[in-house]
């Protein structure tokens, strides 16, 4: 252990401490792009592929410029956000009180247990033809398959979450009078919101990605059907452009989740 | 249902005369108590009875097994005794209320609050939050953590922590205090500290504690009265009083020594442990 101590580690690169982490995450970037870069010289350079040649990231990233400039990025981004948003939004709806009540309740846990672990493995996609037979606007159908998708990390995050409660935490609530709405929304709510958000953030992920694959769907919005239209009109700088767009939305939010974990998380790692 | 006769007035005046003013505690009586949890097992708890008067301190001295917890959950009202009742100044306890609260071995404060809204909990629960401006100041001081209201809870040690259990208990202004060995997983000088200032504390407002404990130097230090439980089943084996002035009780010297000896004697003839080696 001491050897590995006396190591100067942080003395190699004076001054560079704190800026880390930044300095890093740009290299990262950097390698990404750089990747990217030399995929497209070698698309360019194939005689068979040489028609795919704007994916790589000059035409890419000068469309994307355009397409940020005119604001067409926000006309296809603003259906997807609303189609993810609604399918999350039921999705906590549906899988945070039904979380907490397999959680709480042994019977319900072990009754459900089969089928939920079924039902969660089938891929939400294959739900595809029954969601357009069953719902009358192309929005149901997209915001059913990510309700679908997104229901299951956040249902199961909420009743692991309940799982872990002290049970001491419940008992010095009702030994001091708590009616089971306190219980609910000053007990248990606040001691699971990280594993809330946490289901939230894993359901974002799933919903994200099933997110495109739906909105190839009939609809005529939305970043998937951008895709679907750059490649049908043989665009493949828009294409990429929208590849871009789409990993750039997904990695915020993502983001957006993972500051709301900080924020709640109560566990102080020093305690 | 049978009124219990003794009134709170008379009963605080005359019983507890050295109480200062009138006491905010309540009269406490538990009548015919038993307790089965499985069949097979045989009764936890035996036809168990015995009052305690306004303000006044009752320990209730057993081996660890012997039902203790079990009684103190039932006069708190977190669960209910398959015969008896126990009546809190003329009435049946039938739940838990703010009115009679209990601590428990564990602080069990909530991390994800500061220390005034751990302690405020119980006015909260009550829907008396208008009181918590003025009164959690007050119990947060009572306990000596003037200083530590907008604390995390994590922060604390154990023994501040088990403190913000206390004023949480006292927040509310209870008529009763159930402890359940509060104080066991705290360090000895922590433990005297914590026994001193929760007596002082019971004894300024009057309050009735019961305190359950397995430790005889807890229970001289602490209590007026002394209930030796037998075990299997439980039921009170014998009732003696603690006569020592509060000097005595802290210091240790002769007079708390002979009530140690006296108390540890009986309490080894009960529970049939070997004398003398008991703490
Ligand atoms: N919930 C329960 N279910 C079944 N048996 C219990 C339960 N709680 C306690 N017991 C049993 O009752 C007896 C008394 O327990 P307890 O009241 O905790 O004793 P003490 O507090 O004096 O140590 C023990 O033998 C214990 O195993
Ligand atoms: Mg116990």
Redesign the pocket.
Do not use: A, N
């Given at each position: 252990m001491s050897a590995v101590a006396d190591i100067p580690q942080g003395r190699a690169a004076p001054g560079l401490g704190r800026a880390r982490g930044l300095v890093n995450a740009v290299l990262g970037i950097g390698l990404l792009l750089g990747l990217w870069w030399i995929g497209g010289e070698m698309i360019a350079r194939n005689d068979d592929l040489f028609a795919f040649a704007s994916f790589a990231p000059g035409p890419t990233l000068s469309r994307l410029a355009e397409l940020v400039a005119s604001g067409a990025v926000i006309d296809m981004s603003v259906p997807s956000l609303y189609r993810v948003g609604m399918g999350l939004a039921l999705a906590a709806a549906i899988g945070v009180p039904v979380g907490i009540l397999i959680g709480r309740v042994a019977i319900l846990r072990e009754i459900t247990n089969v089928p939920f672990q079924f039902l969660r493995m089938i891929s939400p996609l294959s739900w595809m033809p029954i969601a357009v037979m069953a719902y009358d606007t192309w929005d149901g159908a997209i915001i059913f398959l990510i309700f679908v998708a997104a229901v299951w990390p956040i249902l199961f995050a909420t009743a692991a979450g309940l799982r872990r409660i002290d049970p001491a935490w419940l008992k010095v609530a009702r030994n001091l009078g708590a009616n089971p709405f306190h219980m609910l929304f000053v007990v248990i709510l606040p001691a699971i919101s990280v594993d809330i958000l946490t289901g939230i953030r894993l359901a974002l992920g799933v919903a994200w990605v099933v997110l495109v694959p739906a909105e190839y769907l009939g609809v005529t919005s939305g970043l998937g059907y951008a895709i679907n239209d750059a490649r049908d009109t043989l665009d493949y700088a828009s294409l990429g452009a929208t590849v871009v767009i789409i990993g750039v939305i997904g990695f915020f939010l993502d983001f957006a989740l993972m500051m709301a974990i900080k924020k709640f998380n109560w566990v102080r790692s020093d305690a | 249902m049978m009124v219990e006769p003794i009134t709170r007035d008379n009963a605080g005046r005359t019983a507890m005369p050295h109480v200062a003013g009138r006491p905010s505690g309540a009269h406490v009586a538990v009548r015919g108590l038993s307790h089965v949890?499985?069949r097979s097992?045989g009764p936890?708890l035996s036809d168990i009875g015995f009052t305690a008067e306004p303000g006044e301190i009752v320990a209730l001295l057993?081996?660890?097994?012997?039902?203790?917890?079990?009684?103190?959950?039932m006069v708190s009202g977190l669960s209910m005794p398959t015969a008896g009742e126990v009546v809190i100044n003329g009435n049946a306890v039938r739940g838990p209320s703010p009115r009679w609260v209990m601590m428990f071995q564990a602080p069990s404060l909530y991390p994800w609050m500061t220390v005034a809204q751990n302690a405020a909990l119980g006015l909260r629960f009550a829907r008396r939050m208008h009181e918590a401006r003025a009164r959690i100041p007050e119990v947060l001081d009572l306990v000596d953590l003037g200083g530590f209201a907008d604390r995390n809870a994590q922060e604390l040690s154990g023994g501040q922590q088990q403190r913000v259990a206390l004023a949480r208990s006292l927040a509310p202004k209870p008529e009763v205090l159930l402890l359940?060995?509060p104080f066991s997983a705290l360090d000895a000088f922590t433990r005297r500290n914590l026994q001193q200032d929760v007596r002082k504390i019971a004894r300024g407002l009057g309050l009735t504690l019961l305190i359950?404990t397995?430790d005889v130097g807890e229970a001289v230090r602490m209590a007026d009265r002394v209930l030796v439980?037998d075990a299997h089943p439980?039921r009170v084996a014998s009732d003696t009083r603690i006569t020592l002035t509060d000097a005595d009780r802290n210091g240790g010297n002769d007079a708390f020594q002979r009530e140690h000896t006296r108390l540890m004697q009986t309490y080894s003839d009960i529970a049939q442990v070997p004398g003398g080696n008991l703490t």
């Open positions: - | 949890y499985r097992d936890v057993g081996r660890s097994g012997c039902g203790k917890s079990t009684l103190l959950h359940d060995e359950v397995h439980l439980g």
